[in-house]
Each structure stands twice: as C-alpha cells, then as structure tokens.
C-alpha cells in the first residue's frame, strides 16, 4: 500500500539540478543563459523545475505554461500568467513603474487591467515584445530572475515568437535566466517547435537538457521513498519492466498496485486507474473538466457542470486529494496532461460534442468568465470542436477581432481561416458576420502580411481582386491592391509600384477619403526612380491626410516630401517641414511617424555634412524610441544614424560605445550590418584588420541573404576593397572593384557613390578610366559630396571640364585645366587661376581644395588622408617645408583619432622626403636637430623677416616667435640672428626654395 503519490525524495536528476545551478550562478554574475529541458512525457520536466526553484535562493521565480487548445496553443499564455502573477505581488502601478517609458498601453494586449491597447501594426507587436523584455529586465536589476516556460510544445506561433525574442535578445549584464520545458516526444519531423529549438540552438548562451528516463536502482529509490519501504525484488523487476524508467508510470504503477496484484494492461488504463477509484460523481467532472483543457477557472466549470461552488467543490474534493487535480490559482489544473488528454480520449463521439457544445453555450452566456483574449478564442474553439459550423464561423469572426487586440496576429490568421474554411458550409455567412467573402480575403490579407505570411497575403489579395468588379467597387479594389503592394514591396516582389499606382487610379478623387490619402502615401513612400512623381504624390498624399483629418498619414506624406525635395546644398530650408511633421504626429500619438521623422532628419543632416545636428537629431530619436518602447527597431535604426556622424566628427569611441549599445539590443539583421559595417570601418582605420574583417563577414552575411538598396550596398563595396588593400591584396581588390562598377548604377545614389569612387581611385591602374567616365555622369550635391569630388579630381589628376558639370554626361569633356565652369567651392570656384600652372603645382591646388573642404566639414579623418595627398604632392612641387607643415597637421589629427596605419604612412612618406613632422628631428639631410615649426621660422629668418612679420605670416604670436628663435640659436651655435641666417645659406638649407 503506497503511502505517498508523489517520492518525497527528489531522485536521479542530480546533474540536471546541477546543470540549472550553474547556470543562475552564472546569470549572478552577468552572463546571458537560457536552458531548454527536454523529455518524453512524464519524465519528470515539471518536478525538476520545482525543486530548481525551491533552492533558487533570493531570485524571482515567474512560472508561466503554455495551453493546449486543440491542435493550437492559447496565444500568450505562459506570459499573460507571468504578468498576472506579477501584478498580484507588485500591484498593477507597480508594474507599470517598471516598464519601459512608462506607459503600459503594450502590455493591455495581455492583460486588461492595464487599459486599452495602443494602436495596431507591426510596431504594436514589437512594443509588446520590447516592453515585456524590458519589464524583465527592470525586474532583474534587483535581484535575479529566472523566467520558467513550460511545455512550450502546445506553444502556438505568437508565443513561440514572443519566446524566441526574449531569449535571443538577452543581454549580458542582465540577470536573467530563461528555462524552457517541452515534451521531446511530442516533437515529430513537421512539430513548428523543432526549427525553434534548431535555431535556439545555435545561440551562445543558450544550454540543452535531455531527461533520460531512471535507472533501475533509481527507480528502486523512487519507490522506496513513495512506498517508505524497500520493495522486493521481483516486484521491482516487473514495476521497472513496466515502466521502463519513467517517474509518472512508476508512480503510477506503485499507486494501482500492491504486492501480488496484476498491473494494468495498457498505458491507458493505468492512466485512469486513479481516476476510477474516485467516486462516479467526480469521475463525471472529471470527464467534463477535460473538455475545458489542461487548466479550468473554478467559474467556468461551475457554469458548465450546473453546480453551485459548494456542490462543485465537494464533487472536486476526492480528486485534489487523490492528487489527479491540483489547485491552480482560481481554478484547477490535472496533475499531468497525459491524464487529461487519457480522459479526452476515452469520450464517445457523443458526449465529446455535447460537452463541447456546453462549453460554447457557458461561454455565450457569461464571456467574461475567462479573460480577454482567452474568452472569445476559448468559445471558438468549442463551437468548432462541437462541430457546429455556423457558430464555429460566428465565434471563429470574433475571436480574430480579440486576436488582433492581443497583436496575436498569427491566432487571428488562423480564425480568420477557419471563417474562409467553414464560409461555403454557412449559406447566410456574410449576414452572420457582417461582411461579404471579399472582405474576409481582405482582412485575412492584410493579417497574413503582419504574421510575416507574405505569399499567403499576396494570394488572398489576388483572391479578393479575382471575386472584384472593378469598376462597380473602385475602392474595394484598391485596398486589395494597396496590400498586395505594401506586401510586393516586402517581397522585393516586382510590380508592387504598378499595384499602387493602380490603386491610386482607382479611388475616386473627386471626393477627399482617408483610403486615396492612405493610398497615395504608400506609394509616395515607394517611389524612388521618379523624384517629381514621389513629390507630387507625396504633396496630394498630406493634403488629403490634412483634409479628412488623418493625421498619421499626414505627417508620413509630409516626412516623404520633406524628404524627397531635400537638397544637401540648402538643407536649412527643409528642416522646418521635419519639424511640421512631428507636430502633426504628436497630434495623433503616431508615435511611428515621429520616430520616422527623426530617422529621415538626423539622415538628411549628415547627407549636408550636418554632423553635428544629425547626431542631436538621432540621440533625441533614441530616447523617443526607448519611452516608446521600441528600442529594439526603430531606436537601433536611429544608432546607425548617430554612429555614422559621430565617425564622421571623429568621436570614433562614442561611435563605438553606440554601436556595442545597440549591439547588444540584438536589432534586426539589416540594422545590425549596418552597425558592424561602422565598427568595421573604425576597426581598420585603426589598424585592427582582423576585428574590422570579422565584422565584414558578419555583415556580409546578412546582405547576401537579401536584396538592399544603395545606401548598405555600396558602403559595403568600400569595405571589401579598403579590407583586400590592407592584407596587401591589390588585384583582388580592383577585381572587386570592377565587379561593383558593373554591377551597380552609381550614378542613381551620388551620395554613397563618390566615397566609392575616391577607394577605388586609389588602386589607380585600367579602372581610371572608367572611373573618370562614372564620375562625369555623377551629381555633387552639397558640401560631402562636393569634397568627394575633390578628392577625387585630385586623386585622377581632373580638371573640371574633364571630369564634366554635375548636370550629367551633355556636359562634355574638355582638354584644357580649368576651362570648365566649376561648381561648389575649393578649386572650382577658382578654376581660372589655375590656367598655365604645371602639373605638381596644379595637383597641390587641387589636394589643397581637397584639404579645407573636409576641415570645413570638420571631418578629421577625411581632412589628414587628404593632406596627405597634399603633403606628397607638395614634395612633388618641391616645397619641403610646406610638405613638413601638412604631415604635422596630419599626423595631429591621425594620432588623436587612434589611426595607426595613417600615422605609419605618414611617417614613411616624412622620411622618403626628409621632411621633419611637428617637433620631431629633421631626417637625415638636415643634421640640425629643427623641428618642422624651427625650420619654418629659420627660414623666415634667413629671408630678413622681424619676429612680427614671421608671426604674421604663420599666425602665431610674436612671443613664439622669440621662443623658437632663441631655441634655433642654441641648436645652431650661434649668438645671432644675422649668423643663424649665415649658417643656413652656408649648407644651403633652403637651396630647393
């Protein structure tokens, strides 16, 4: 006679326990850890989680369990509990002060008490998914918190991705440890679980445990501790034959079963054994709780069994103390699932719907029974287990509605499937559910798109077009053809302009409507090879939006425009419709469109070279982003934004602090190769080739997976030359560089395409010439591009009318230097002055122009590789002294910007010339011991000049000018100025001048 249920004694999971312990102990100390904890069912997952959390100290324990409801998981479930329990503990304004900005609109998806939900949209998913990341975060800034999933194989898609985020978005530094159940026996080849755990798998900091079934003397312990007696050997011979190792069936076995007597027969039976034990009256609410699922509200089974709470609590009794359910909450749960699903199974046909078909009939009466969204998806899924179509259809409508509050897009999809699935079996369906099959297409669409579905969506779009009168229902039409559009454009899908432009043709316009403002929005939004028709549709697209009082797709369109119309070279008188479009969205809450706003302004400014402005613009963006809760997006986004003026001004260690931030935030894909692609760039001019070709792989990889425009394509073409330059790898690197001027139209993205062309203009050889082609045809446009173009023209040796006007390749070609009318500033606006110099003299000039156009910028590391172009070309002059001046200029900035191999060229080139740099001794030719600055001045002089006259002409004061005169007396061993002068004409210091 057994005298326990359960061993009291936590047996053969020594390591296992081990195995969790360490990695909490590990989670102390700020290392990112997730275990997964597989095993067949019955194994003893749950049991283990239990004791690892008895002995988990003072960390914070939030249990959540995934549902079964049907053949689906209930959407959110593990964490709709987790944030219930928490509010228990911490109250309701206790957990809203720990979400991030404040405001706990997000988490209303999952739990009503916190209000109603913001708005719909991709983004609401994302805030969701980033608020609650950050609620366990806040959380673990206290203590550690050990977030426990279990049987994450009823875990339906919005949980599964929910799961995914979090453990894949932890972050180091966080105490926070994620432990994962599920049944490895539940998982065949198509279970959508197995790619999860596949891909869960290949993360650092994520750890996996298989529970083996128990050894032979493990189960002798086992039962031991149950029987509180050794068994005897043949008994435990059959028990373990029986069993084969696994705990429940062990208990199980020992609990029917006493010495001598025959065991059960089949799994089944011993499942229910302790069932039919109990007395018939709760053997039926047994059967009726099982139809409710893995977990019933106390409410709900009352309503369904027609029992008051005394009469139900007293039928329920011998079933919590025979340990077949346990307590849970406000309701109960079976001890395990295999008895539930055992008890499920042995319904007959008939009592299976007529149970169902109970649950349904409860829930109509009192939805308020279980909490939103559960309710509605609950009752729908009754309807459609009783196998009544019209109400599954009916119920299946509203429940996607509840779905889509929750931002359980993919739930909502499969409801709105199931109303398309039942719709010919229900010959009155669009009556029932107030709207027509069209409309469900639409609808399932634009849901398919938001679940990621995006061939589904496409599909059905097509669906609902091939059911459509056009010209009878214009604007039916064009909201099919707007999603599958907004869709196409996802898919890189060719024809997705075409659709919005179709759709814009057909929503009346003699009528303002918030569709045709919504309509010619996207496709503003999508144009980029027609800048007028993008700024005329982006105008009539914030006009509607203004008229019909849609303030959302106002200040989008007004973003577009404002964006579109921009030009680097007035950038100031574009800045206020940035501002006008944030205001407009405040209006409205459109949180989107302001953040939107910031990303296209802080892009804009540094296009002009508006470093500064442009990292202000980006860093207020990410703190918008972060009280929005949506760091994670838009708020990486917004860091590449800010990274790449901070490189620009030289600030290369912010850049890089911003980097590893947003890093660490596990952005999406494209965001993170833009920001390795930064560090990549900082990490070789640095000299850290190694670092810089690690983050070049990692972003290569992402953009190989998918088609990107210009602005990640072509400064990823910079890197891959500038990396095979750096190992010495020169014919690889103009066969790179050749295979992108084939490959790209640079002359569409003048912006990205002249920092191109000045890398490639460096290998110099056959590429020259096309390069002077491309270079011709392309736009400069402001003062970065404008500086490109200098640098350029002073790399290739071009004059204005070689290299051609910016207005395109009509332009011409001429032979003579300075012939052609210049555009910018620099050397162009002096092009006359250069007519009759000789070629080192007129690339001096061109290096020069080259020089105050990135120091006006001030971009310091543009501004030293440019002198030293100009300091080389200096020495091809023959001005020694003026070389020695820009190698110490440079040599300045390389030093304090960490530039490495540009100090060691510059070096190398001071000695090839034997120029002294700054106040190192000149090289050996000038035996003197001067510094760059002595010479300077020696020379000044040796020409007869007072200190006031050399202080002028090197702008400095006149008391430097007496240090230096004095410091070159003593060098030389003079006593004068007239005999320092007769020593430098002597050896003939200055003969080259």
């Given at each position: 006679m057994s005298i326990h249920a359960v061993s009291p004694r936590f047996v053969g999971r020594g390591g296992e326990l081990s195995a969790l312990e360490r990695a909490l102990a590990g989670v102390r100390t700020g290392a990112a850890s997730t275990v997964l904890v597989g095993g067949e069912a019955g194994v003893g997952k749950t049991r283990l989680v239990r004791e690892f959390a008895d002995r988990a100290g003072e960390a914070m324990v939030l249990v959540g369990g995934c549902m079964e409801l049907g053949t689906e998981g209930l959407p959110f479930a593990p964490f709709t509990a987790v944030l219930r329990g928490l509010v228990r503990e911490l109250g309701r304004d206790g957990v809203a002060a720990l979400v991030p900005g404040g405001?706990?609109?997000?988490?209303?998806?999952?739990?009503?008490?916190?209000?109603?939900?913001?708005?719909?949209?991709?983004?609401?998913?994302?805030?969701?998914?980033?608020?609650?990341?950050?609620?366990?975060?806040?959380l673990a800034e206290d203590r550690p918190v050990v977030l426990v999933v279990e049987d994450a194989h009823w875990a339906d898609r919005s949980t599964r991705d929910l799961l995914s985020f979090l453990v894949r978005y932890q972050r180091s530094g966080v105490r926070l440890l994620i432990v994962v159940t599920y049944r490895a026996d539940e998982l065949h080849r198509t279970h959508p679980l197995r790619p999860l755990l596949a891909e869960l798998g290949r993360v650092d900091w994520v750890a996996r445990l298989e529970l083996r079934r128990l050894t032979r003397r493990e189960v002798v312990e086992q039962a031991a501790s149950i029987l509180e007696r050794e068994p005897s050997g043949p008994d435990m011979d059959l028990i373990y034959?029986?069993?084969?190792?696994?705990?429940?069936?062990?208990?199980?076995?020992?609990?029917?079963?006493?010495?001598?007597?025959?065991?059960?027969?089949?799994?089944?039976?011993?499942?229910?054994?302790?069932?039919?034990?109990?007395?018939?009256?709760?053997?039926?609410?047994?059967?009726?709780?099982?139809?409710?699922?893995?977990?019933?509200?106390?409410?709900?089974?009352?309503?369904?069994?027609?029992?008051?709470?005394?009469?139900?609590?007293?039928?329920?009794?011998?079933?919590?103390?025979?340990?077949v359910l346990v307590v849970d909450g406000e309701g109960y749960s079976f001890r395990h699932a295999l008895i539930r699903e055992a008890l499920h199974d042995d319904l007959l046909p008939g009592e299976h719907t007529r149970l169902h078909t109970r649950f349904a009939?409860?829930?109509?009466?009192?939805?308020?029974?279980?909490?939103?969204?559960?309710?509605?998806?609950?009752?729908?899924?009754?309807?459609?287990?009783?196998?009544?179509?019209?109400?599954?259809?009916?119920?299946?409508?509203?429940?996607?509605?509840?779905?889509?509050?929750?931002?359980?897009?993919?739930?909502?999809?499969?409801?709105?499937?199931?109303?398309?699935?039942?719709?010919?079996?229900?010959?009155?369906?669009?009556?029932?559910?107030?709207?027509?099959?069209?409309?469900?297409?639409?609808?399932?669409?634009?849901?398919?798109?938001?679940?990621?579905?995006?061939?589904?969506?496409?599909?059905?779009a097509t669906a609902g077009l091939a059911e459509i009168d056009e010209p009878a229902e214009p604007a039916r039409a064009a909201r099919l053809l707007r999603q599958r559009g907004l869709t196409g454009y996802d898919l890189s899908r060719p024809g997705h302009v075409d659709d919005l432009r179709r759709a814009a043709s057909l929503v009346p316009a003699d009528k303002p409507s918030k569709l045709r403002a919504q309509v010619l929005e996207s496709l503003a939004r999508m144009l980029y090879d027609d800048w007028q028709e993008k700024i005329s549709t982006a105008r009539l697209a914030m006009e509607l939006g203004h008229e019909v009082g849609d303030a959302n797709t106002e200040a989008h369109a007004l973003i577009s425009l404002t964006w579109a119309r921009c030009q680097f070279s007035d950038i100031d008188a574009y800045l206020d419709g940035f501002a006008e479009a944030r205001r407009i969205a405040a209006t409205a809450d459109a949180h989107n469109a302001m953040l939107r706003g910031a990303i296209s302004e802080s892009d804009?400014?540094?296009?002009?070279?508006?470093?500064?402005?442009?990292?202000?613009?980006?860093?207020?963006?990410?703190?918008?982003?972060?009280?929005?809760?949506?760091?994670?997006?838009?708020?990486?986004?917004?860091?590449?934004?800010?990274?790449?003026?901070?490189?620009?001004?030289?600030?290369?260690?912010?850049?890089?602090?911003?980097?590893?931030?947003?890093?660490?935030?596990?952005?999406?894909?494209?965001?993170?190769?833009?920001?390795?692609?930064?560090?990549?760039?900082?990490?070789?001019?640095?000299?850290?080739?190694?670092?810089?070709?690690?983050?070049?792989?990692?972003?290569?990889?992402?953009?190989?997976?998918?088609?990107?425009?210009?602005?990640?394509?072509?400064?990823?073409?910079?890197?891959?030359?500038?990396?095979?330059?750096?190992?010495?790898?020169?014919?690889?690197?103009?066969?790179?560089?050749?295979?992108?001027?084939?490959?790209?139209?640079?002359?569409?993205?003048?912006?990205?395409?002249?920092?191109?062309?000045?890398v490639i203009a460096q290998l110099g050889g056959d590429l020259v010439g096309e390069l002077r082609s491309v270079a011709g045809r392309l736009e400069a446009e402001g003062d970065s591009q404008e500086a490109h173009r200098l640098t350029f023209m002073a790399l290739t040796g071009l004059?204005?009318?070689?290299?051609?006007?910016?207005?395109?390749?009509?332009?011409?070609?001429?032979?003579?230097?300075?012939?052609?009318?210049?555009?910018?500033?620099?050397?162009?606006?002096?092009?006359?002055?250069?007519?009759?110099?000789?070629?080192?003299?007129?690339?001096?000039?061109?290096?020069d122009a080259a020089v105050a156009a990135w120091a006006g910028l001030r971009e310091p590391y543009s501004e030293a590789c440019t002198l030293e172009g100009a300091a080389r070309a200096a020495l091809e002059a023959?001005?020694?002294?003026?070389?020695?001046?820009?190698?110490?200029?440079?040599?300045?900035?390389?030093?304090?910007?960490?530039?490495?191999?540009?100090?060691?060229?510059?070096?190398?080139?001071?000695?090839?010339?034997?120029?002294?740099?700054?106040?190192?001794?000149?090289?050996d030719g000038l035996p003197l011991g001067l510094t760059a600055r002595e010479m300077e001045v020696l020379r000044h002089v040796a020409e007869g000049h007072s200190n006031r006259e050399i202080a002028g002409e090197l702008f400095i004061s006149v008391k430097t000018v007496s240090v230096h005169v004095s410091n070159i007396l003593a060098k030389l061993g003079v006593a004068s100025r007239g005999e320092a002068s007769a020593v430098a004409h002597r050896i003939r210091l200055f003969a080259d001048d």
């Open positions: 405001t706990t609109r997000g988490l209303a998806r999952l739990l009503p008490e916190f209000g109603e939900p913001d708005g719909d949209g991709s983004e609401a998913r994302a805030r969701l998914f980033e608020q609650l990341l950050g609620l366990l975060e806040r034959a029986r069993s084969e190792g696994n705990p429940l069936f062990v208990e199980a076995l020992l609990s029917e079963s006493g010495v001598g007597e025959s065991l059960p027969e089949s799994l089944r039976d011993l499942l229910l054994a302790g069932v039919e034990r109990l007395p018939d009256d709760t053997q039926e609410l047994l059967r009726v709780a099982s139809a409710g699922g893995q977990r019933i509200e106390h409410d709900l089974l009352s309503a369904v069994a027609g029992r008051d709470d005394v009469a139900l609590s007293n039928a329920l009794r011998p079933a919590v103390a025979g340990n009939e409860a829930l109509e009466r009192d939805l308020s029974i279980l909490p939103v969204p559960r309710g509605a998806i609950e009752l729908a899924h009754h309807w459609h287990a009783a196998h009544d179509t019209t109400w599954a259809l009916i119920s299946a409508w509203h429940a996607a509605a509840a779905a889509r509050r929750s931002a359980a897009y993919d739930e909502q999809l499969r409801m709105l499937s199931r109303v398309l699935e039942l719709w010919d079996q229900v010959p009155d369906a669009a009556e029932r559910i107030g709207a027509d099959h069209v409309e469900v297409l639409r609808q399932t669409a634009t849901v398919a798109h938001l679940a990621g579905e995006y061939e589904r969506s496409i599909a059905l804009v400014l540094e296009g002009a070279g508006r470093h500064e402005r442009a990292a202000q613009v980006a860093r207020d963006g990410i703190a918008e982003a972060e009280r929005y809760g949506v760091a994670r997006t838009s708020g990486t986004f917004l860091s590449i934004n800010l990274a790449e003026p901070l490189w620009s001004l030289g600030r290369w260690d912010e850049a890089l602090k911003v980097i590893e931030h947003a890093l660490e935030l596990m952005p999406p894909p494209p965001y993170r190769a833009s920001l390795q692609g930064l560090a990549s760039d900082i990490a070789l001019a640095r000299g850290r080739v190694d670092r810089a070709e690690e983050l070049f792989a990692a972003s290569r990889s992402v953009l190989a997976r998918g088609r990107f425009r210009d602005q990640s394509v072509l400064p990823h073409a910079c890197r891959e030359v500038e990396l095979l330059v750096a190992r010495g790898r020169l014919d690889e690197a103009r066969e790179a560089a050749a295979r992108t001027l084939r490959e790209q139209d640079l002359v569409a993205s003048p912006r990205y395409a002249w920092p191109l062309l000045v004059s204005e009318s070689e290299l051609g006007l910016r207005s395109g390749p009509e332009s011409g070609a001429g032979s003579e230097r300075g012939s052609g009318s210049g555009v910018g500033s620099g050397v162009g606006s002096e092009s006359d002055s250069v007519v009759g110099l000789d070629d080192a003299a007129w690339r001096l000039k061109m290096w023959g001005d020694r002294q003026g070389a020695g001046v820009r190698l110490a200029r440079a040599r300045e900035l390389a030093e304090r910007l960490g530039a490495a191999p540009l100090v060691e060229r510059l070096d190398a080139l001071a000695r090839r010339g034997r120029v002294a740099v700054a106040d190192e001794p000149a090289p």
